[in-house]
């Protein structure tokens, strides 16, 4: 299997037609300085590479950095700390976006069923949560919502504490739309979290893909 960093994996998305918070790879911190004043703050800046797989993990994404002085010092901060890990790290700029419901969706491949896909509520406590349901790909329509109905909190598509309620048909053919994709685009493994949830529009904040090889 080939990884492809965030850039790469959100690129092959976007070509598909789905909405990505897409980073912007920068060589140095003026360009990144620039980067940020064309995206408007506030910002994050996450590093970029094929090594570092969990950058929350290792001080790899600061979030809301909402002034230049902000910016200068964690672009120094973060490729002072992570080139020892990968000395061909680099770093991206992308808008930071509202925060919305947050979602997981995953694809792997299973030895003896093929491609299956997960879905559950994301953000950083989805390992501690576990709140996911599971179905073989390619997807129908009814298999979606069914994955939706599956969940403990499943309530949480009906608003909560500010957050739209969510359309559970959009999101069912998002996740089509992504079942197709693992599929036409001969992927092994997807892991989209979080994914933020705006009614009937779903953003894919972070994300990373793997290639079948061979």
Do not use: C, W
């Amino acid at each position: 299997m080939r990884y492809l960093n965030e850039v790469e994996s959100k690129g092959l998305l976007q070509r598909h037609g789905i909405e990505v918070a897409m980073p912007y790879v920068v060589s140095d911190v003026e360009e990144a300085v620039r980067k940020a004043e064309e995206l408007g703050y506030p910002v994050v800046l996450k590093v970029v590479s094929h090594v570092i797989v969990h950058k929350s993990d290792v001080g790899g994404v600061v979030l809301e950095i909402k002034s230049e002085d902000e910016l200068r010092r964690a672009y120094v901060e973060m490729l002072g700390r992570l080139k020892a890990m990968d000395p061909e790290a680099k770093v991206s700029v992308q808008k930071e976006y509202p925060k919305g419901l947050e979602l997981v969706v995953g694809v792997h491949t299973d030895e003896s069923f093929g491609k299956v896909m997960m879905f559950g509520i994301g953000g950083i406590f989805v390992e501690l949560l576990k709140d996911v349901s599971f179905r073989l790909i390619p997807l129908e329509e009814k298999d979606a919502l069914e994955m939706m109905e599956e969940l403990k909190a499943k309530r949480l598509f009906e608003g909560y504490r500010g957050l739209p309620k969510v359309d559970k048909k959009a999101l069912a053919r998002f996740l089509l739309k992504v079942a197709d994709v693992a599929e036409e685009e001969a992927i092994e493994q997807m892991d989209l979290n979080p994914v933020f949830a705006y009614g009937d529009r779903f953003v894919v904040v972070d994300a990373r893909i793997g290639l079948e090889v061979g």
